[in-house]
């Protein structure tokens, strides 16, 4: 069974630091790993995916994430925090199963950016 | 290209009422699937439909029920409402086959009181 483990349900940075958001997955099988962002009042929206090949993956708005297998892990990191970036932040993992992938979400890092 | 449409945003309901939210999928999309957030958690899975059935389901109890259409849109309905179902409720849709990520609505805001 997958799962996904969130450290930190609250990540605060100040604008202009690095960011860093992490992720940790349990998966029986090689997973396909996203981070979803979700503004206020919002649904979420695909930051960036991990299927296969390039273990560096590069996503929107500056965002990307590192996956490690030995560590079993996915972080997200960005050099450079602006406002904008205040948000939730979600990793999520997927196995395929039966021709379907249904992912499963982690609780979530609440991103709060200081000015 | 169309992203994917959730109807109504919010709705109000009374304990033990029936409640249909609608989601209309991204064009191209076969794939629907709905999640329930409550406040402060991450999205938890409730169904997924694919050709119109039913091919996977969380862990949520019957009164949970769903349809997709021939045009792939889809239907969420919640019998005999409690209060602990208010909450966001999600529609993604996705192509079969490619696990590329799903597209999500904007979800519907539902309050049990």
């Known amino acids: 069974a997958q799962s996904v483990t969130q450290l930190g349900s609250h990540v605060s940075v100040s604008e202009g630091a690095l960011v860093l958001l992490r992720c940790n997955y349990s998966?029986?099988?090689?997973?396909?790993l996203f981070w979803y962002v979700q503004y206020p009042n919002q649904g979420l929206q695909l930051l960036l995916k991990y299927t296969t090949g390039a273990t560096l993956v590069k996503g929107i708005n500056g965002f990307e994430a590192e996956f490690k297998k030995s560590e079993t892990s996915f972080h997200l990191t960005k050099p450079s925090a602006h406002m904008s970036d205040a948000a939730e932040y979600f990793c999520a993992v997927s196995e395929e199963e039966g021709g379907s992938y249904i992912p499963t979400f982690g609780r979530g890092t609440s991103l709060i950016v200081h000015p | 290209e169309t992203g994917v449409t959730q109807s109504p945003t919010h709705l109000i309901k009374t304990r033990g009422q029936q409640v249909t939210l609608r989601c209309s999928s991204q064009?191209?999309?076969?794939?629907v699937s709905w999640y329930q957030q409550a406040l402060g958690q991450g999205p938890q899975f409730i169904f997924q439909?694919?050709?119109?059935?039913?091919?996977g389901r969380g862990n949520f109890p019957p009164r949970f029920s769903g349809l997709q259409f021939p045009n792939y849109s889809s239907e969420l309905n919640v019998n005999a409402l409690e209060l602990d179902d208010s909450a966001l409720y999600l529609c993604?849709?996705?192509?079969?086959?490619?696990?590329?990520?799903?597209?999500f609505g904007s979800g519907t805001r539902l309050t049990v009181v």
């Open positions: 993604a849709s996705s192509l079969a086959s490619r696990n590329y990520g799903y597209t």
């Open positions: 998966s029986s099988v090689p997973p396909y």
């Open positions: 064009s191209g999309h076969n794939t």
């Open positions: 439909y694919y050709r119109e059935e039913e091919n």
